[in-house]
């Protein structure tokens, strides 16, 4: 049943031996110990657990580990680091765009999937994005502007 | 781990300095006698300044709180209070936060009290306050100079002839051996330079780049992983496990069956999950649940517990003799915490102590409950709060504390459990369904002069506290009896006014043997409430009771005042007498550019999308903060949907310790308030809760049409400090109400205004 599997995270080549059908969020918490990705709801339906692959925002609560091997795999800690974040995250820094934080992967990653492949998107463009994006601490206003502030500022 | 982790070995390790607690006074105080704040007395004695702050060899300072950051901004906001009554830098504080070993026992972080309590005159303020006071008494002696000629900056203290010396040099690494002291004088407002500064949030960095540690992330040596299988239906008791039903699942170190508390561990997680799955366990159905559609009915029918908060006993006269009478019933629906992290733990129980690495809200009421579920001694249990998602009142977060530790007792390994959607639903202690029922008779003036309130309020179990790990899910299912209602007929008041709920309106006088606790005006008062079984498990949920009150309350203000013509604001005003919650109405209205007339607005359509706005205003707890809230919104008559456009909140908690931090919370809170008035409902069936996932409990995601929201922070350094994470909430729900109204000309007495029971109120219109 297990099986080696080799991932590329964050731009480092990893094999694990995992039954191939894991989540890849267990993988990436609990064998690569990244803390980015996080069990929100495990049903897709939130976003915490957010990562990007082949430029699109993924669930990876629901994604078996089989199904991305060897594909290019980013998280929320890939982008940019504490000494040098990323720009979408200096947004969220600026604006003071966060309460508890558990919420932020699948905030700052589908924002940011969505304005790399369409940087021009509008405003209602956005909000459908988001609109399976949670937050239950309701910081959506800071975060909204935070979003805006980074579309501004890659344009 | 360790057996017991002392704080010299913590400090030691820490590299922060020096201070011992001997052996032995680790097990002597653990017995019953109260301490402050509601709580018991712990080896930390909170009389001594060395259980608070530590001054290390280099400098730096290490301040230890029994209050923690929920996700709120409280570890920001009390490094800055340490760094200000130091007057040190922030960089040079590090806040050691709620943790047995370590920490003095604070209680509980709850209900708005982390400010009130430690940002005044006592516990952490008047510690740091000590501190200083006591390093420039030791830099006079060493210096040979008077204290009142001193100054202090950075750490060092300065006499006006320029000799210096340096905390670190006072007392780096030594004990200070000195009592907090009452008379300590915190620094005056006036001269803040860190404290009342829009710091921004310390943790903000390590979030937003994934690196923050949060309780889901703590892994430990020899961790493995564990799941629960809760009770398919309400009261359901287990009648057979087949253990044989999982053996084929790879990894699988145990089945865990006490009593009625079922779990598996099994080396990973994915393991874990499938043998959940796959586990065969045989449930004794338990009794059928009270229907969801008559539940408000049922409520008022049942046994009760009675309390009597205010009564003038002129109550009924006046009603008899008033010109006119208006009456109403509002209804508050069970909520969810809904935390966005499903709760997770770690437990690492060995043979004779346990470490709980736990995101509770209590961590010393959980040694208790773990000492009682695992059978170790009180002080061989240590629990370590580490940070969960943000988690607004009694989630499943001391349930999931008690589900680590009973499975790591059993496995013998560490074990990390992490709880599903599904689980976290039903295993969370929900806000309280609520009915209230109110009467006021008007003079020939139009005045209210008489306000009566019953109100009922469904509640099970809620936080275990130092003796009742039977009041969450599993410290039930392991056997444990949970707090119930027990018929009690109510007596009339004594003693003090009590407002802790807002269960008395904030127009009534509020007196008690003579004492008047009350915001308002109205003489003639009585408030009975009821407590009443719930069904399901109920705990503080964000402004627990006082938003569903203070829903009925402002409610019912809006509806005497609409009867009356009067303008919703002039007429509070005219009730109130207590001038911060006067202040924070006319400062709200005046922001808004408030239309002084009555509700609803004149001339508005009965079709189409319309607008309107409501005012909505509380004393919190009668006195731990003020706000009013102006809802402006858009009513689309033929959908039934509620738009909030615009919202703003006037705030008043006595001096403002960081005013982003005051900011962020005052914006959440109102969303969070914006999305349960709107939508949140916990639903069920005649066997066991039927809202479990987001699909089924409606929460508004990022992708909403997101209201503006203004604020008004209005600043009293000379005041008590009091909470700030509560009170925008509480008045969300009624200022949509009486916006709706005021567009639309229909009252809705039921939360959440969903749209079906916006267009049913909008078809009942006269």
């Known amino acids: 049943m297990m099986a080696a599997i080799s991932l590329k995270v964050n731009g480092q080549v990893h094999t694990v031996d995992v039954d191939p059908e894991t989540p890849l969020l267990y993988v990436v918490s609990d064998h690569l110990r990244l803390r980015g990705p996080k069990f929100g709801c495990g049903l897709a339906q939130c976003g915490a657990c957010t990562v990007i692959i082949r430029g699109r925002a993924v669930r990876s609560c629901v994604m078996p580990v089989s199904a991305v091997k060897e594909q290019e795999i980013t998280t929320l800690e890939g982008l940019g680091t504490p000494d040098k974040p990323h720009a979408i995250q200096q947004a969220f820094i600026d604006e003071g765009a966060a309460q508890c934080g558990f919420c932020l992967s699948g905030v700052i990653l589908t924002a940011k999937t969505l304005l790399d492949e369409n940087p021009k998107a509008s405003d209602e463009q956005i909000r459908e994005a988001m609109s399976n994006v949670l937050c239950r601490c309701f910081a959506h206003i800071r975060m909204m502007r935070a979003i805006k502030r980074y579309q501004e500022r890659r344009a | ?766």
């Open chain 2, 1 to 766: 781990m360790k057996r017991e982790v002392s704080r010299r070995d913590f400090l030691v390790a820490s590299g922060a300095l020096v201070v011992s607690f001997s052996a032995g006074s680790l097990i002597e105080p653990f017995a019953i006698a109260q301490g402050p704040f509601d709580t018991h007395k712990s080896h930390v004695d909170p009389e001594k300044l060395d259980s608070w702050l530590a001054v290390a060899s280099d400098g730096t300072v290490t301040a230890y709180t029994g209050k923690c950051d929920l996700g709120q901004g409280m570890y920001t906001v009390q490094t800055q209070l340490v760094a200000e009554e130091l007057c040190v830098p922030i960089s040079k504080v590090t806040l050691i936060q709620c943790d047995t070993s370590v920490t003095p026992d604070q209680g509980t972080t709850s209900g708005s009290q982390s400010t009130p309590t430690n940002f005044n005159t006592e516990n952490l303020a008047q510690a740091a306050g000590t501190a200083r006071e006591a390093l420039v008494a030791m830099a006079a002696q060493r210096l040979r100079a008077s204290a009142d000629q001193l100054t202090v900056e950075d750490g060092i203290v300065s006499s006006k002839s320029g000799r210096r010396v340096s905390y670190a040099e006072l007392v780096g690494g030594k004990h200070f051996d000195i009592a907090v002291s009452s008379t300590a004088k915190r620094r005056s407002p006036s001269q803040w330079k860190v404290l009342g500064k829009p710091v921004p949030s310390m943790d903000r960095l390590a979030l937003v780049t994934g690196t923050f540690e949060f309780v889901h992330n703590v892994r430990v040596p020899g961790m493995v992983h564990g799941r629960v299988v809760r009770p398919p239906e309400i009261g359901a008791t287990v009648a057979n496990v087949d253990e044989k039903s999982v053996q084929h699942v790879p990894g699988l170190i145990k089945v865990v069956v006490r009593n009625n508390f079922v779990g598996v561990v099994a080396e990973k997680q994915w393991q874990a999950a499938q043998a959940v799955q796959d586990l065969k366990v045989t449930w004794k159905p338990g009794p059928s649940l009270p229907a969801q559609k008559d539940f408000y009915d049922y409520m008022r029918k049942q046994p009760s517990r009675d309390l009597m908060l205010v009564n003038s006993k002129d109550v009924d006269n006046k009603l008899k003799t008033a010109s006119r009478v208006l009456r109403a019933t509002y209804l508050h629906p069970y909520q969810a915490h809904g935390s966005i992290g499903s709760s997770c733990a770690v437990a690492d129980v060995q043979a004779d102590h346990a470490t709980v690495w736990s995101p509770t809200q209590s961590v010393y009421p959980t040694q208790h409950g773990v000492s009682a579920i695992t059978g170790l001694a009180l002080d061989s249990v240590r629990i370590i709060f580490v940070r969960g998602s943000g988690c607004y009142g009694l989630n499943a977060a001391d349930a999931v504390s008690y589900d680590a530790a009973l499975l790591s007792q059993a496995a013998h390994r560490p074990v990390r459990v992490q709880l599903t959607r599904h689980d976290e639903f039903i295993s969370e202690s929900y806000g309280n369904a609520s009915v209230i029922e109110q009467q006021a008779g008007l003079d020939a003036s139009g005045a209210i002069n008489v306000w009566d309130c019953e109100t009922w309020s469904a509640s099970f179990g809620g936080r275990p506290g130092y003796g009742k790990p039977g009041n969450v899910l599993t410290g039930m299912l392991a056997g444990f009896d949970p707090e119930t209602i027990t018929r009690q007929a109510a007596v009339e008041p004594t003693g003090e006014p009590q407002n802790g709920n807002n269960a008395v309106p904030s127009y009534v006088v509020g007196c008690v043997s003579g004492k008047c606790g009350g915001a308002g005006s109205i003489r003639s008062e009585r408030v009975l409430t009821h407590a009443v079984k719930s069904p399901f498990f109920t705990g503080p949920l964000r402004s627990p009771l006082r938003l569903q009150n203070t829903f009925a309350h402002e409610c019912f203000m809006d509806e005497i005042s609409a009867s009356v013509k009067a303008d919703p604001v002039a007429y509070r005003l005219q009730h109130l007498k207590e001038t911060r919650i006067i202040d924070v109405v006319k400062a709200a209205a005046k922001a808004a550019n408030w239309d002084a007339r009555p509700s609803p607005k004149p001339g508005t359509a009965r079709s189409g999308t319309v607008t309107g706005r409501g005012i909505a205003c509380v004393a919190y707890e009668g006195d731990n903060g003020y706000a009013a809230l102006i809802a402006e919104v858009e009513v689309d008559q033929a959908s039934g949907q509620v738009q909030p456009k615009r919202f703003l909140v006037a705030h008043d908690c006595g001096p403002i310790s960081n005013p982003d931090g005051l900011r962020n919370q005052l914006e959440g809170g109102t969303l969070q308030g914006m999305s349960r008035a709107l939508g949140e409902e916990i639903t069920w069936d005649d066997r066991t809760v039927t809202s479990i996932d987001w699909q089924s409990y409606t929460t508004l995601p990022l992708g909403i049409q997101v209201p503006a929201i203004d604020c008004v922070l209005i600043d009293r350094p000379e005041a008590k400090a009091t909470g700030a994470g509560e009170t925008a909430i509480t008045l969300v729900a009624a200022a949509i109400g009486n916006a709706i109204f005021d567009a639309t000309g229909a009252r809705i007495r039921e939360v959440p205004f969903t749209q079906d029971r916006v267009k049913v109120a909008l078809n009942s219109r006269g």
